[in-house]
């Protein structure tokens, strides 16, 4: 029996009656929050007047809210415990929370229905810790001891046992969450243990240690121990890339190389105990390393050796000043001055000159080393040593005014340098011709940025910034010329021209003081100059020399708003081989079978495949289809995922938090007594089908697995359809259908193009490279010749045919598809791509020319269609609009990538440490840095910084990477333009990235949105996938501040909406087009007119009004009546409706006259009446639905059939039925003889039966 709690909160003053003198503070001690009455550490609010405390979580408590531990319960705050009334002695007690066991003695979450309490600071508890390098996950039940205080469950006075643990992945070790948390209390009663800031349970996995034998004990870095961490990864740096002139034992080494790999506090604490004994000889790792390379690994450039040093000074200095022993507080401004003249060494010595003029520039370059070791000298004296505290700030204040004066000694060195030698060229003599706009179109506008919005910051060079950008915009306007040059003298003008721009972006963006860009600039512009001059004199000379035409093509137009191809056109000759493998998919035997589809690359195996995969008979045949790509690197979860996420509507992003056997045992679980179809495409070898087929039950109920490879070996035993070449009058016909689509061929091309044909000597994508070829060129016989005289020259040689005229189609791409088709490169072989990141990327990455009235987005994807229909890229998956959602390449596209990339010096890739490339190359050349899975999965980079280490760079214009143990450095990246991380993020830390366009953080909890994010001049684009609120301060100046706009800001998503200052917020971004949001609470109002796309999770007849324009509407888990429905009909422009997962109130659904008129795509999936039972009937007018094209039912019981008048639509392309009705199914099928009648043989009907059928 619970007595009621105090009402809730509704205002500040009801938390505190001061709280507007509340401010946040840190500090390395405990406190106990006034508000819960729990204690605490780190952050707190500390109100100025009366010192009232309280937890950050307790000033700004949520009202309401669901938790998705206790199925979605609806949880209240209440700022006054409730109580309960014992069960034996009958006393009266304070309830508990049912997260961490303890009372609640203040500030609560109470659910009523189901009576649950929570602390405000156990309403967001980490999903997964850490623990001394053991992933632990957080469970609500107990089922063993904990590791700590070794009981099982944690009882509260007489009541039922309570609180959840953290349980590692191994199952072996257990830890309440009140142990954690008590055991993060205690290090901070210790004396002499580290300060604490900012410190939370994730942080705690860099901190907690337990024995694997089980016998868990926990402790802390003490004092100076805390940079253990820094001196361990960049040893292990070192010697994984060097072989260092020392005697230090190999067990030392091979320690420091595993804290750099796993960075998990027990490698550190490993490492920490072999290195005190060898401390004296440790002085070498704070010198410059000798050149002396390791075998395995590329000889990287001399400068890249000192800035790795360098950066590695900056972070320990960095450390010091965030734990402040007393002994530097009298010097932290000095610390500080020598961080910064170390930052700007890692400038200047990054700048083209250093980099190239090595013997030049090498007397600089010794007297930067002897200083720069002397920093690290005096590093290493002053961690090593522990005097007297008085004498250690005098030494200290000794040193740093010494070296002070060595670095304006340097300065004036460096600055007679930058004088004397003016001339030097401009950057490595690369050989990329990968030549394009995108450099010289995002150096503008960098330089722009900083002309309008950072003036105060480049006075003293302001003119000359507004004279390189004069400069820079009449090179553009010739820079068209060189482009699109093939002979080979322009080639190289255009790869110094490209050099220049890549140096001048480096000097603009790269943080010095600003005399250094006062002597770099004015060289800058003599070297533009010259440029012009030389393209020039090359034009005047190539026309002097009567240099042909042809050599220097015209510019393809682009036109406007691309469209898709027919991928149908593709299909030629293959119709036997279809016909056969569908009667062996059919009417086989009915035990389990696989089906090989075999032949070399580029035969068109994968394209047959998805032939049959689509084909209405075999998807009406199977229970459920599933498509899975296995390739040459084959990954077991990644291919579990992807078969899963086929059959059923399953989140990919949270299976990939799964481990492989509870994925395993989902899968066979889905496909027990099913009938199914499981296509695995490009499979190497039979290892995959061996290590899955358990997983595949054969119920005998006539399954089938399609395999399609390129070893004919895997037919064993298996029935296998070998593919043939095509004929030649087969390469023929589909060289005309791709050329000329459905007009016929001219006949003065007939006799060239057969031959052309004949050259691609029956290869599918052979034939399709070649057609877009001729598709983007001129239709003439002088033309097709120069083609033609291509092939003639080469001798065929298979697989070696198909690479030469692919790497012909690349030379004839236009040259601003040029590096977007490189950028496939960075992704793996084979993998999936979702089109939105794809486009963001290279938007960020600054590959898209500017279109006055377009957005970069909607010419990027104008750009994927492009190289769609060239062949070049695959459709992996399409939108319900009809476009595309995820692309693919093939195999031996990826392998041109990378060779390309390799041979023009596009990117640089490393994978475990090793370079992609064979090639010995310094990463300070490469234009873009890729790094790999394992990390998961990229970084890129336009030049600008140069190492691999995260906390180096300025100039990143991408980065995606788990951080599992932190973010850091990332505020340094200051050029970013996309930043992508997995977990929950610390949002201050992105506060310096005022060049982000992108940010996508996969979060599990709910995060709030600072201040400064909506102030990002350049963001476009927010996603957090557990959801983010706006921030009280976002509420305040959205109501009183009326010129706060959020102008850039275009789509958000996942948005929890509270109340009706969040659609205040959302009003003040003019240019939002897309939102994806949850509605918390439902009352009306109206979102924003511009909004295009929505989607709204728990709508309600009471919630807001729908905007006009919307072109896309999705609904989750809504509750609405039929009227609602026909407010939605009524929007004049919408084309996309998707109705998901909800409850309809009537059970009629009559529409109006005029309802639906633009809508294309209409899906219903797992739609209920609110009544049990009771099934809907759906009566449309003739009217409505004119332009309806797909239709799409999906676990839909509650409708008995498809509306008859949908048959009456002239558009009606595909009506898709997944598990519903046998009514629904006849209903379908009578619409398809309808339209057939009329004449429509076009439209296709796909149906997956209900397994019980």
């Known amino acids: 029996m619970s007595k009621s709690g105090d009402n809730m909160l509704t205002t500040g003053s009801q938390i505190h009656d001061c709280y507007e003198h509340c401010e946040l503070k840190t500090y390395a001690k405990l406190f106990r929050c006034d508000g819960c009455k729990m204690k605490g550490f780190g952050e707190r609010y500390t109100c100025n007047l009366c010192g009232h405390v309280l937890h950050k979580e307790c000033r700004f408590p949520i009202f309401n809210f669901s938790h998705e531990n206790f199925g979605g319960s609806i949880f209240k705050f209440h700022y006054k415990p409730f109580t309960i009334l014992g069960k034996k002695n009958r006393r009266v007690f304070s309830k508990c929370c049912d997260a961490c066991g303890k009372d609640i003695r203040g500030f609560n979450y109470h659910c009523e229905e189901d009576d649950l309490d929570l602390h405000p600071c156990c309403r967001k508890l980490e999903k997964e810790l850490v623990i001394y390098g053991k992933i632990f996950d957080l469970e609500t039940k107990v089922s063993s001891k904990c590791g700590k205080c070794g009981k099982r469950k944690i009882y509260h006075y007489d009541s039922d046992p309570l609180g959840w643990s953290y349980v590692s992945q191994c199952k072996k070790y257990h830890f309440h969450v009140y142990c954690i948390t008590k055991m993060v209390q205690e290090s901070f009663m210790k004396p002499g243990d580290l300060a604490l800031e900012n410190m939370d349970l994730r942080e705690f996995s860099n901190l907690v240690q337990n024995s694997p034998e089980g016998d868990e004990k926990f402790e802390t870095f003490v004092g100076q121990r805390i940079l253990v961490p820094i001196v361990a990864v960049y040893m292990g740096n070192l010697c994984f890339r060097y072989d260092l002139e020392t005697y230090l034992p190999d067990e030392l080494k091979i320690s420091a190389i595993w804290c750099k790999i796993s960075m998990s506090p027990r490698a550190y604490r490993e490492f920490f105990e072999l290195m005190m004994p060898l401390l004296q000889d440790l002085s070498v790792v704070f010198t410059i390393p000798k050149q002396r390379m390791s075998k395995i690994t590329p000889t990287p450039h001399p400068n890249e050796v000192v800035i790795e040093f360098i950066d590695f000074l900056i972070q320990l200095l960095e450390e010091i000043m965030r734990l402040e022993p007393d002994f530097i507080v009298p010097v932290k401004g000095s610390i500080k001055n020598l961080q910064t003249e170390l930052g700007f060494l890692i400038s200047f010595l990054g700048d083209a000159p250093l980099r190239t003029e090595v013997d030049v520039t090498k007397n600089i370059l010794s007297d930067i080393e002897v200083v720069v070791n002397q920093v690290g000298g005096f590093l290493y004296s002053l961690l090593s040593t522990r005097d007297d505290r008085v004498l250690e700030t005098v030494r200290l204040s000794l040193s740093l005014s010494a070296f002070l004066q060595e670095f304006e000694l340097l300065k004036t060195k460096i600055k007679e340098l930058c004088i004397t030698v003016p001339k030097l060229p401009g950057c490595v003599a690369t050989k990329s011709s990968v030549m394009s706009f995108f450099a010289v179109d995002s150096l503008l506008d960098d330089l722009e940025d900083l002309i309008n919005y950072k003036a105060d910051r480049i006075v003293p060079v302001k003119d000359q910034i507004i004279m390189l950008y004069e400069e820079l915009s009449l090179l553009r306007s010739t820079l068209n010329y060189l482009v699109l040059a093939r002979h080979l003298q322009l080639k190289e003008l255009a790869m110094k021209t490209r050099n220049l721009l890549y140096e001048i972006s480096y000097v603009i963006n790269s943080v010095t003081p600003v005399w250094y860009p006062t002597l770099r600039l004015p060289q800058l512009l003599e070297k533009i100059h010259l440029v012009k001059m030389a393209i020039q004199e090359k034009k005047s000379n190539s026309i002097d020399a009567g240099i042909p035409e042809e050599e220097y093509p015209c510019e393809q137009v682009q036109p406007q708003a691309k469209e898709l191809d027919n991928l149908d056109d593709d299909f030629v000759g293959f119709e036997d081989v279809k016909t056969r493998i569908v009667e062996q998919l059919i009417s086989g035997p009915p035990k389990q079978q696989i089906i090989s589809i075999v032949g070399m690359p580029g035969l068109g195996k994968t394209t047959l495949a998805k032939k049959l995969f689509n084909d209405p008979s075999i998807v009406y045949y199977f229970h459920t289809c599933a498509w899975c790509v296995v390739s040459q690197t084959y990954k077991k979860k990644n291919v579990l995922i992807d078969i899963l996420t086929s059959t059923k509507n399953h989140n990919r992003e949270a299976m990939t938090e799964m481990d492989e056997e509870n994925l395993a045992e989902m899968l066979y679980k889905s496909l027990k007594t099913m009938r199914y179809l499981i296509v695995m495409d490009d499979i190497w070898g039979m290892e995959p089908w061996d290590d899955l087929k358990r997983y595949f039950p054969d119920d005998k109920t006539g399954s089938r697995i399609i395999f399609t490879s390129r070893n004919k070996e895997l037919g064993f035993d298996n029935v296998v359809n070998e593919l043939p070449f095509l004929s030649g009058a087969e390469c023929w016909e589909l060289l005309q259908r791709?050329?000329?689509?459905?007009?016929?061929?001219?006949?003065?091309?007939?006799?060239?193009?057969?031959?052309?044909?004949?050259?691609?000597?029956?290869?599918?994508?052979?034939?399709?490279?070649?057609?877009?070829?001729?598709?983007?060129?001129?239709?003439?016989?002088?033309?097709?010749?120069?083609?033609?005289?291509?092939?003639?020259?080469?001798?065929?040689?298979?697989?070696?045919?198909?690479?030469?005229?692919?790497?012909?189609?690349?030379?004839?791409?236009?040259?601003?598809?040029?590096?977007?088709?490189?950028?496939?490169?960075?992704?793996?072989?084979?993998?999936?791509?979702?089109?939105?990141?794809?486009?963001?990327?290279?938007?960020?990455?600054?590959?898209?020319?500017?279109?006055?009235?377009?957005?970069?987005?909607?010419?990027?994807?104008?750009?994927?269609?492009?190289?769609?229909?060239?062949?070049?890229?695959?459709?992996?998956?399409?939108?319900?609009?009809?476009?595309?959602?995820?692309?693919?390449?093939?195999?031996?596209?990826?392998?041109?990538?990378?060779?390309?990339?390799?041979?023009?010096?596009?990117?640089?890739?490393?994978?475990?440490?090793?370079?992609?490339?064979?090639?010995?190359?310094?990463?300070?050349?490469?234009?873009?840095?890729?790094?790999?899975?394992?990390?998961?999965?990229?970084?890129?980079?336009?030049?600008?910084?140069?190492?691999?280490?995260?906390?180096?760079?300025?100039?990143?214009?991408?980065?995606?990477?788990?951080?599992?143990?932190?973010?850091?450095?990332?505020?340094?990246?200051?050029?970013?333009?996309?930043?992508?991380?997995?977990?929950?993020?610390?949002?201050?830390?992105?506060?310096?990235?005022?060049?982000?366009?992108?940010?996508?953080?996969?979060?599990?909890?709910?995060?709030?949105?600072?201040?400064?994010?909506?102030?990002?001049?350049?963001?476009?684009?927010?996603?957090?996938?557990?959801?983010?609120?706006?921030?009280?301060?976002?509420?305040?100046?959205?109501?009183?501040?009326?010129?706060?706009?959020?102008?850039?800001?275009?789509?958000?998503?996942?948005?929890?909406?509270?109340?009706?200052?969040?659609?205040?917020?959302?009003?003040?971004?003019?240019?939002?087009?897309?939102?994806?949001?949850?509605?918390?609470?439902?009352?009306?109002?109206?979102?924003?007119?511009?909004?295009?796309?929505?989607?709204?999770?728990?709508?309600?007849?009471?919630?807001?009004?729908?905007?006009?324009?919307?072109?896309?509407?999705?609904?989750?888990?809504?509750?609405?009546?039929?009227?609602?429905?026909?407010?939605?009909?009524?929007?004049?422009?919408?084309?996309?409706?998707?109705?998901?997962?909800?409850?309809?109130?009537?059970?009629?659904?009559?529409?109006?006259?005029?309802?639906?008129?633009?809508?294309?795509?209409?899906?219903?999936?797992?739609?209920?009446?609110?009544?049990?039972?009771?099934?809907?009937?759906?009566?449309?007018?003739?009217?409505?639905?004119p332009k309806l094209e797909r239709l799409m039912l999906r676990n839909c019981y509650c409708l008995n059939k498809i509306p008859s008048n949908l048959g009456y639509s002239l558009t009606l392309q595909k009506i898709e039925v997944y598990r519903c009705e046998k009514s629904i199914e006849e209903s379908a099928l009578e619409i398809r003889e309808e339209q057939q009648e009329m004449g429509n043989e076009e439209l296709k009907v796909i149906i997956f039966h209900r397994q019980d059928w």
């Open 738 to 1185: 791709k050329v000329f689509q459905t007009e016929p061929c001219p006949p003065e091309l007939q006799g060239i193009g057969q031959h052309i044909a004949s050259r691609c000597h029956g290869l599918p994508m052979s034939v399709i490279m070649i057609s877009s070829i001729l598709a983007n060129m001129q239709k003439k016989e002088s033309s097709w010749g120069e083609i033609a005289r291509h092939l003639n020259a080469h001798i065929f040689d298979s697989t070696n045919n198909c690479v030469h005229i692919l790497k012909l189609s690349y030379q004839h791409l236009s040259v601003h598809l040029k590096p977007c088709f490189l950028y496939f490169g960075v992704f793996e072989e084979d993998e999936k791509i979702p089109v939105q990141k794809l486009i963001s990327l290279w938007v960020a990455e600054g590959f898209i020319n500017k279109e006055t009235h377009r957005s970069s987005e909607d010419v990027a994807l104008d750009y994927l269609v492009d190289l769609i229909n060239r062949g070049l890229v695959l459709v992996a998956e399409e939108r319900s609009n009809g476009g595309v959602k995820a692309c693919r390449i093939h195999d031996l596209l990826h392998d041109l990538c990378l060779r390309i990339a390799k041979e023009e010096n596009f990117m640089g890739g490393i994978e475990n440490g090793y370079s992609k490339f064979e090639k010995d190359e310094s990463i300070l050349d490469m234009q873009r840095l890729c790094f790999p899975r394992p990390f998961d999965p990229y970084v890129h980079s336009q030049l600008g910084r140069r190492v691999m280490d995260l906390s180096l760079p300025y100039s990143y214009s991408f980065i995606e990477y788990s951080f599992k143990y932190g973010l850091g450095g990332i505020e340094n990246m200051v050029h970013l333009r996309y930043l992508a991380v997995r977990q929950n993020l610390k949002l201050p830390l992105i506060e310096k990235l005022h060049r982000l366009e992108y940010l996508h953080v996969k979060n599990r909890d709910e995060v709030e949105i600072p201040d400064f994010v909506l102030n990002m001049k350049y963001l476009k684009r927010l996603h957090f996938g557990g959801g983010a609120r706006f921030s009280e301060s976002s509420h305040l100046r959205a109501t009183t501040d009326g010129s706060f706009q959020i102008n850039n800001l275009q789509s958000i998503s996942t948005l929890l909406i509270h109340n009706e200052m969040d659609a205040k917020v959302l009003g003040c971004a003019p240019n939002l087009r897309k939102l994806k949001c949850k509605l918390v609470s439902q009352w009306p109002f109206q979102f924003p007119n511009q909004l295009e796309s929505l989607n709204i999770s728990l709508m309600r007849d009471s919630g807001p009004d729908f905007p006009l324009n919307l072109k896309k509407l999705t609904l989750l888990k809504f509750d609405l009546s039929w009227e609602k429905i026909r407010t939605i009909g009524r929007l004049p422009n919408l084309e996309v409706l998707k109705l998901r997962d909800g409850y309809f109130k009537e059970k009629q659904w009559d529409t109006e006259e005029g309802e639906f008129q633009k809508l294309k795509f209409f899906e219903l999936y797992r739609v209920k009446i609110a009544s049990q039972y009771a099934c809907a009937e759906w009566n449309p007018t003739s009217d409505d639905y």
